[in-house]
């Protein structure tokens, strides 16, 4: 996806701030919002983006405010309908960058068909998916994404729902970007921006952010600094997978079951270690299910960054394939009411 100069003639680059719009921004004070709003106007910033040439579209939620906190075009459309409403958007205009901002509920519970079709249709625009594992706007109730017997005001006695599997469920729509990061590691969170603006179809960013109020340190195991390095691995392209504080701790397959092993005793080296591989839809696949509790013994750790990223036609590129064949034929009004079957009746 191109870039563009700063509209309206400004000859000086332009800055977060200038991304920012006059309005008063009405999230909860402590918020992960906050943190992921900032992110998103310095990286488009970093872009060089166009504000003209910029659309921010979502739902319902606590997320969905943002347009109103982005200086560029927006569309705060309806509950889960903000892929639709991307997808036409896109269609309309090839050339605008458009992103899709939801939450956990917006694009997976009600939303969650238009998010199959959209990400496997693979329109070249950006879906972030604020997962808070709750819904906060509606003051508490489970979400697609909490996690078994979750006690909330729906659900007192605990959720019996198995949750939704974000990075599973986008792998499972063929989308052919796939990555997750969380709003309290902002250079990590910056990187994963870039990497979705840059990738050409659509890119699914999972970002882990915590609602304090309704659910405050679900993710506190991942984005502390005290477990974080126990507990998450910081998956690069080529590279093993290594973690722990001293990078001690790595993940191998034996057979096809990844296992935790110590480099410490000299048993293994990073040379045994599995290798990640962005293309490999296979290893992406394990990688999307490394979902255990962190609190449990033995707990594999949770991978962030680009699980999967595969190149493919767009859907706007093969749409505009078809259209100028079909503008290169010479219509036949008779012949296209007719049909391509007809009968002569005797």
């Not at 090839?94 to 496997?120: F, K």
């Not at 605990?158 to 796939?178: R, T, W």
């Not at 036609?313 to 007719?338: C, F, G, V």
Request: glycine fraction near 8%; charged fraction near 20%; aromatic fraction near 10%.
């Amino acid at each position: 996806m191109s870039t563009n100069p700063p509209s309206n003639g400004q000859q000086e680059p332009l800055k977060a701030k200038d991304f920012a719009t006059d309005q008063d921004v009405r999230w909860c004070p402590g918020c992960g919002d906050y943190s992921i709003l900032k992110q998103v106007q310095t990286v488009f910033a970093d872009l060089g983006l166009d504000r003209d040439n910029v659309a921010i579209v979502s739902g319902i939620g606590c997320s969905s405010r943002f347009p109103y906190y982005m200086e560029t075009y927006g569309l705060h459309s309806i509950h889960g309908r903000a892929p639709a409403f991307a997808s036409g958007l896109k269609l309309a205009n090839p050339n605008l960058h458009v992103w899709v901002v939801t939450g956990d509920g917006d694009g997976l519970s009600i939303g969650g068909n238009h998010m199959l079709h959209a990400l496997r249709r693979n329109l070249d625009i950006n879906i972030l998916l604020f997962n808070n594992q709750i819904y906060g706007l509606t003051k508490g109730q489970y979400s697609p994404t909490s996690e078994l017997m979750k006690r909330t005001k729906s659900t007192p006695m605990g959720s019996i729902d198995y949750p939704v599997n974000p990075g599973a469920f986008a792998l499972g729509a063929h989308a052919s970007f796939v990555a997750r990061s969380m709003d309290r590691d902002t250079k990590h969170l910056k990187e994963m921006l870039h990497r979705s603006h840059a990738h050409s179809g659509t890119s699914f960013l999972e970002i882990y952010q915590n609602c304090n109020i309704f659910n405050d340190g679900a993710f506190f195991a991942f984005t502390e600094k005290e477990s974080k390095n126990d507990t998450c691995i910081f998956l690069e392209d080529g590279k093993p997978l290594v973690f722990g504080a001293e990078r001690d701790k790595g993940i191998r397959i034996e057979g096809m079951t990844p296992q935790i092993v110590s480099l410490k005793e000299g048993q293994y080296t990073e040379a045994d270690l599995w290798i990640h591989n962005e293309k490999d839809i296979f290893k992406a696949t394990m990688l999307t299910h490394f979902f255990d509790d962190p609190r449990e013994e033995g707990a594999l750790p949770r991978p962030f960054g680009v699980l999967y990223a595969v190149e493919r036609p767009t859907y706007e590129s093969m749409m505009q394939t078809q259209l100028d064949k079909a503008s290169e034929r010479k219509a036949d009004l008779d012949l296209m009411i007719a049909g391509p079957t007809t009968w002569q009746i005797k």
